[in-house]
């Protein structure tokens, strides 16, 4: 695999680190030469990525092409670009459907999406890919496992996914502010929320049988303090909110 990237920004950066921190890893990686910055200090850090001259200079260096520009300016980019049969095109830009991207890399014949996350310089985090294709998902596999996806509605409903990370930090800053409001030290009250979370999220590993509702069931004694917070934020309707935040995303991502 020869691999392009057409957009050298945050998440090019990530995936090329996940990529380059893989034991014995060759794969020479051609980038595009926006953002400077990035693609300086990439092509600083790694013997085998080099800074292509213009974006056409990727493709022409590449069999494989990962689009991460951003969507508001990807039709303008992917317009003044000749793709080749035979390049294999992995669009990482979100909200523009497969079909679209499909049409603008023409005669490119495969064309696929992927959703990867920033923890993937870190080797972390699943990326979802669609359609499946053994070879995005062997790549994908070795950066933090993959989900790969047949259908774009698919793609679109587990993108939502991507949307709650903010909300989650949000969540476990409420606990620690008033944990520290109470006069424990900031960095005590911060290690211990971080050290119970990273259990908790082992909890669904231990328990491979039971969805997410029976794990709340399991936590929520009856009479007890847990239970207490999941009625109070359920009667408040801080679910309810939370599911129809959910459905807005979902609008916004697939322009319905
Ligand atoms: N970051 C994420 O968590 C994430 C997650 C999922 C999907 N995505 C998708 O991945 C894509 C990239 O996201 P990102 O976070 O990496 O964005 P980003 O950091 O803004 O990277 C985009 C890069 O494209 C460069 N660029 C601008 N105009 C260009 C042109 N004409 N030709 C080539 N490159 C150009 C920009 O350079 P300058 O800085 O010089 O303008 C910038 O470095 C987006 O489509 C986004 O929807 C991102």
Known sequence: ?????????????AIVTGLKSLPGETTPVVISPRNEAIAAGLAARYRDVRIAADNQAVLDQCDT????????????VLKELRFRPD????????TIPREEIAGLVAPAAQVGKA??????????????????????????GRLGGVIEVEDQSEFD???????????????????????????????KARDYITNIY???????DTAPDENFMHLAQDYATRGGINEQVLREMTERGTFEAFAESLERVHRRI???
């Not at 390049?87 to 979100?94: D, E, K, N, R």
């Not at 080797?123 to 979802?128: E, N, V």
């Open 115 to 140: 959703l990867p996350m920033p923890l993937i310089a870190r080797r972390q985090g699943s990326t979802i890919i669609c359609p499946p294709d053994p070879i995005v998902a062997t790549f994908f």
């Open 198 to 204: 990273k259990a908790l999220a082992d909890a669904p």
């Open 65 to 76: 092409v990962m689009l991460a520009v951003r969507p508001q300016i990807a039709r303008e």
């Open 157 to 187: 409903a587990l993108s939502v996914v991507t949307a709650t990370y903010a909300g989650y930090f949000r969540y476990l800053d409420t606990i620690h502010a008033w944990v520290s409001s109470q006069g424990v030290p900031r960095d």
């Open 254 to 256: 697939t322009g319905k």
């Open 1 to 13: 695999m020869k691999l392009g990237f057409v957009g050298t920004g945050a998440l090019s950066s």
């Open 87 to 94: 390049h294999h095109v992995i669009s990482l830009i979100a």
